[in-house]
């Protein structure tokens, strides 16, 4: 079976940091964009970070400068390193895939996890 699995959520003060990792698990053939959203309550769920296969990136205005998105190919894995965090950081993140399986293209969603900034 075909999933993402994410790790490294939890708390942090404001100005700290934390990495976000994601790994692709099951029969893949291959991996096109990656990405990062996050859902805050009472809120809708937003793009913060996108990677393509050849490593091309795009952020959300609000992270850029802080958040570096990574990925590596042959492990099939994605990270996110958030530094100077604040409080309105704080969501849960759910990492995306859009891949190609015995399924065919398809988009998966991780599990998320979450990131409170607070003192």
């Known amino acids: 079976q075909v999933q993402l699995v994410e790790s490294g959520g939890g708390l942090v003060q404001p100005g700290g940091s934390l990495r976000l990792s994601c790994a692709a698990t099951g029969v893949i053939f291959s991996i096109d964009v990656m990405a990062w959203y996050r859902q805050a309550p009472g809120k809708q769920r937003e793009l913060v970070a996108a990677?393509?296969?050849?490593?091309?990136?795009n952020y959300t205005d609000s992270v850029k400068g802080r958040f570096t998105i990574s990925r590596d190919n042959a492990k099939r894995t994605m990270n996110l390193q958030m530094n100077s965090l604040k409080p309105e950081d704080t969501a849960v993140y759910y990492c995306?895939?859009?891949?190609?399986?015995?399924?065919?293209?398809?988009?998966?969603w991780g599990q998320g996890t979450q990131v409170t900034v607070s003192s």
């Open positions: 990677i393509t296969g050849v490593g091309s990136t």
């Open positions: 995306n895939a859009d891949l190609y399986s015995f399924r065919g293209r398809t988009s998966i």
